[in-house]
């Protein structure tokens, strides 16, 4: 009789613990989904901010016909991280047009 009630109790406490896990590990999953959802939604605006910055010096030095060489290193370097969040080949091509202008020399 008292293996009969340690084996029910056991059965209990065990039914008791595994729900109670299970309902933690639903909680940590459904904040796991939304932080994943919020790290794209951060991802994709970086994007497009960076493409947005990327068409404008396109523009203003494509105007201006030249390029200074601190100008050039601060582009290439948002085209690299650009890039690295999934380029696509109309920014590549804005980006191999700005790097053929001139280098315009800073004058003392």
């Not at 613990?17 to 796991?32: D, Q, S, T």
């Not at 939604?41 to 016909?65: C, P, T, W």
């Amino acid at each position: 009789m008292t293996d009969f009630m340690l084996q029910y109790w056991l059965e209990v406490v065990f039914s008791t613990v595994l729900f109670i896990m299970g309902c933690a590990l639903k909680k940590v999953y459904k904040e796991l989904k939304i932080e994943i959802r919020e790290q794209r939604a951060i991802k994709a605006g970086v994007h497009a901010l960076l493409r947005d910055q990327l068409i404008k010096s396109y523009n203003y030095f494509m105007d201006k016909e030249e390029i200074q060489i601190h100008d050039r290193d601060n582009i290439t370097n948002l085209y690299g991280q650009y890039h690295s969040l999934g380029a696509n080949g109309v920014i590549d091509q804005l980006m191999d047009e700005m790097l053929k202008l001139p280098v315009k020399k800073r004058g003392y």
